[in-house]
Structure formats: C-alpha cells, structure tokens
C-alpha cells in the first residue's frame, strides 16, 4: 500500500495545474483511484492547512471529514507519546538520519503500519531516510507501465 | 460521599485478568476503581467539541461510517499557489 505526502494531495485537490508536475501527479492518483492508499494524520493536516489558507476553513474542514469517511484511505495515527522522553526517544532514530521534525512525525506514522511498502513524494530531501522507500508519482508511474 | 450506582457489565476474561493484575500491582485499589478511571478516560474522549475532534475520537473508536472518496473534492485557490519542492 501506498503512503501519499500532502505535497501529491495538494497539487491535486488544488488543481494546480501550473506546476510542472501537475500531470504526472494527476496520472499517478488515476493509476491507484480504486487502491487503498494511506495518509498519514500530519500529511493530512499540512494538506488542510493549505486548502484553508489557499480556499477557506469551511473547504478544509470538509475535506478532513471526507478523509477520516473515505473508503479508499487510511488514516495513520500512530500511538501518541506519553511524555516528552517517550518522543525524543522515538524520533531521534529518524532525525539522526537527517529527516526534519515534520519528516520524522511522517516516518514513525508510516512505521506503525505494516502494509505500507512505499511513500510517495516530490521531497527529495526525504529520500533513503524513511523506514520504506521513498519514491516520486513520476518514478510510480514508471513502474506501473514497464 | 459520591453518589455510587451498581453497574453490571460482562468483560471477557483475558481483560478482567489484566485488570486484577494491575490492581496487584498497586496501580487501582481494586476492580471498581480501574473500572471507573477507564469510564472517566471515555468520557473524556468522546467529550471533544470540535467537529473534527469528535470525527477523530469516531474514527479511532472504528465508529465512523465509510463511505466515497475525497478524490473528486478538487478546489479553485483565488490566488496562485506553489507547492514545495
């Protein structure tokens, strides 16, 4: 199963079809529409926090809604910590592998689901530091075809 | 004294013995004091009062119902964006 970063999610939900990777990204969430795909709860929050700040609250709150109800998503919320130790514990792993704070949260949530082999980003600065491989929607459309 | 009811419930085993070892290990005084910090962490869970807070208490509890895709939910920005590279 796939892991979608909220940077995939935004050019699609935002349509914005400026940016050069706009299609590869379209043609890449076609190719998994009917797959389960996994989001992890800080890559859904970054992409709600764009759409409020591009579209409005009200948008944004609807499509976190639209998340948690989808039938083609899993949420990831990996345990929360009990103490601040228990998380400087937990993501010091990922941070020492160079991973920023945001990219660590991503990596513990990615690492307490099993079945997702892959995440899927433009980032990269997240690449050979994640617990699965990291690869881009142009590099997954590649793979599909061949 | 607090105002006390008797509450019947059935638990399996497996999960009375947890408990009971708990109690022994001096974290409850006994059955009903474990059963009533685990009905105030309920409460406190599902007393959240943002929509999105209680959305998320139904979908960790396996509560919510599922159903479409947000796929379709595409957005007009009135000005431009840019996404990170």
Known sequence: MDAVGSDVLTLHHLAVESDPRYRDNELYLQSVKKEVKAVTIYDLLNLIASVADAVGEREARELYAAYLRSEEHVVLFPRPPGSWEELVEELMPFVLRGLDHNGALIALAVASQQEVSRYVTWRKTYRGKMPVNVVSPKECLRTTSV | ?85
């Open chain 2, 1 to 85: 004294m607090t105002d006390t009811v008797l509450l019947q419930v059935r638990v399996s085993a497996s999960l009375l013995r947890r408990v009971d070892e708990l109690c022994a290990e001096g974290l409850f005084k006994n059955r009903s004091d474990a059963v009533n910090d685990a009905l105030r962490y309920l409460v406190l869970r599902y007393s959240r009062t943002s929509p999105e807070g209680k959305l998320t208490s139904l979908y960790l509890g396996g509560r919510l119902a599922r159903s479409g895709s947000p796929s379709g939910m595409i957005f007009r920005s009135k000005r431009e964006v840019e996404v990170e590279f």
